[in-house]
């Protein structure tokens, strides 16, 4: 490792450029679209050369998006909202079941404790439409079909085992030996578990409350088969758009771009959490 | 559970919480996840039934007709062979990419760990947003890959509208998103290795590629294995960058089993069917995730026991 050639320096810089060229192109490009008129990116040959415009972002805020045919109304905000508070509750909701859950898992080990982390993480790799596709027809006698309620609880399949497991994986790391202490001095067990254990917990749940937020947001599936244009988020709602406004490549971009920057800044802001979310909690970052 | 568990109550109390507080805290998060497995049941009911959303009236146990069919319906080979081809490409191609990636950013370094933390934001692109990307760089009319390929010679290269090259473009698309999830796994794995064994090596000049033939690899295994059955599992049951590509066309060159299943449900209303192809797909998925779920539990162990 530590004698390199010149001839192997240059090669291995390189295969990183190329590297960093294919990953960061398309999001590079994408942003450069989203600030120009159709006109200059129609242009033949494509040219990185032109003059800025917030036009596209300024017709997806206003929601009016000038066409030849006239002016059309475009839901996008909408959608990027909906994707803000799916994503928000369904973590909430998982953070306030799942993680008393993981320290009882991590904590105690009771009857079927095993079994039943297990099932849990076995959702995380059905194909989700199995369950959907019935799912629909439930929804709809249950009247929970296109409601934020029906999202945020099918959501949970998502961002529970998330949740769980690598919520487990931090209490165990904390010694048991401390709470152990504190329980002896005469604390009830509510104490033990917010005083000593959570804020000891308290960078790994946030990190898991992170990755399951972006989980949550880039989430196609559910909200296809389940939810209507008004309660679309993002990943569906680009999808319509594009359908809808046909030939608006600018708007397109800049609607690509909003829907990706919130999870890439946060995974950014989390990137140390990120290998031992990714895995389940099976490899330490 | 407050009663139980309030601060000053005896032994007795004591005792009894312990051994209820464990079902307690894990029984809502169970709960939650319950209603989830009706549907999952209804599914295996459907898949012996006769059901199609427009005939509701001629619904009825046609047994294991809907499985049956399957051995004649070219269709469902189609599905087979196209859902085999696309988890076989991208995982190989995810697995050898990644795992040359994370060779070269092996040593820590400023320039590598930026590196590596840029290469995450792919991973972190919503997939359905990520095939909507490459769609707007594939457009045969301004889009800059096809501006490329006719620059090669490829005049009219038009990437995922022709049956020729559809698949090429839709594994083009995972291998952008997913092979930064192989490569930071190897990377976290490749760098939590014992330095002993190289050290020896260089000492006594053993050479490189029998180092990493028989020393990085055997060492790595328990990390490729995991990382590889991990994509294996997302990969042959892909529907996001698939359906916002091509939504399984043109004709059915992307039918695979999450996309034939959708699209036999709402566009053909054949539940019937729709319901056995998921089936078959989640028997295969089943039997990848027990063999997953051994090998994901003895790395935890191992990351456990470095802690």
């Known amino acids: ?285 | 559970m407050a009663s139980v568990t309030q601060p000053g109550t005896g032994t007795r109390g004591f005792r009894i919480s312990k051994r209820v507080l464990p079902y307690v805290l894990s029984l809502p998060a169970l709960l939650v996840c319950i209603g989830i497995l009706i549907p999952f049941f209804s599914a295996v009911i459907y898949s012996f039934q006769r059901y199609r959303l427009s005939q509701p009236w001629a619904r009825q146990f046609n047994w294991g007709e809907n499985y049956l069919n399957f051995f004649t319906d070219p269709g469902f080979w189609n599905t087979l062979r196209v859902s085999l081809l696309y988890a076989g490409t991208t995982v190989i191609l995810e697995l050898l990419l990644g795992l040359g990636i994370a060779l070269l950013l092996q040593r820590r370094s400023t320039v590598n760990n930026f590196i590596s933390i840029m290469l995450l934001l792919p991973l972190m692109t919503a997939p359905a947003l990520a095939a909507l990307m490459w769609k707007l760089m594939t457009n045969p009319g301004f889009g800059i890959l096809s501006y490329f390929a006719s620059l090669i010679g490829l005049e009219n290269f038009r990437w995922a509208s022709s049956p020729d090259t559809a698949l090429l473009t839709v594994v083009l698309v995972d291998i952008w998103v997913y092979t930064p999830f192989i490569m930071i796994l190897l990377l976290a794995g490749l760098r939590s290795l014992p330095t002993q064994p190289f050290e020896a090596a260089a000492l006594d000049g053993v050479p490189r590629t029998f180092v990493f033939f028989r020393i990085t690899l055997p060492m790595l295994t328990p990390y490729i294995l995991t990382a590889t059955l991990f994509r294996l599992l997302d990969s042959i049951q892909q529907f996001d960058i698939i359906y916002a590509m091509t939504q399984g066309g043109p004709g059915d060159t992307l039918t695979v089993f999450q996309v034939e299943a959708y699209l036999n449900f709402f566009q053909s209303t054949n539940v019937g069917r729709s319901a056995a192809l998921l089936i078959i797909l989640w028997a295969i998925t089943y039997t990848l995730s027990n063999v997953f779920i051994k090998n994901w539990l003895r790395l935890r162990e191992r990351a456990r026991g470095e802690a």
């Open chain 1, 1 to 285: 490792m530590e004698a390199m050639s010149p001839l192997e320096r240059v090669l291995r810089g390189i295969a990183l450029t190329l590297v960093v060229v294919f990953f960061m192109f398309p999001i590079v490009w994408i942003l450069l679209m989203s600030f120009q008129t159709n006109e200059t990116i129609l242009r033949i040959p494509p040219s990185v050369v032109f003059t800025p415009t917030l036009d596209n972002y300024a017709a997806l805020i206003t929601g009016k998006l000038q066409t030849a045919a006239g002016t059309l109304d475009i839901a996008f905000m909408r959608n990027l909202g909906n994707s803000v508070f799916l994503s928000v509750v369904s973590v909430a909701v998982a953070l306030l079941l799942g993680v008393p859950a993981a320290y009882a898992f991590a904590r105690h080990k009771f009857k079927g404790s095993e079994d039943i982390a297990f099932t849990l993480l076995s959702f995380r790799f059905a194909p989700p439409l199995l369950v959907l596709l019935p799912l629909t027809q439930y929804f709809q006698w249950l009247g929970l079909s296109n409601t934020y309620f029906g999202l945020i609880w099918v959501y949970q399949l998502i961002c529970l085992p998330l949740i769980l497991w690598i919520v487990r994986g931090y209490f165990e790391d904390i010694s048991a030996d401390v709470e152990y202490a504190y329980r002896i001095a005469g604390h009830s067990w509510f104490a033990t578990f917010r005083k000593i254990a959570l804020p000891l917990a308290g960078p790994g749940i946030a990190a898991a409350g992170l990755l399951a937020f972006i989980f949550a947001w880039n989430n196609f599936v559910f909200a296809l088969v389940l939810a209507s244009a008004d309660k679309q988020p993002v990943t569906v709602g680009a999808l319509a758009f594009v359908t809808a406004s046909g030939i608006q490549y600018g708007q397109i971009a800049a609607a690509i771009v909003l829907s990706i920057t919130p999870t890439l800044a946060l995974a950014l802001y989390a990137q140390r959490y990120l290998v031992e979310g990714l895995s389940l909690g099976a490899v330490k970052g």
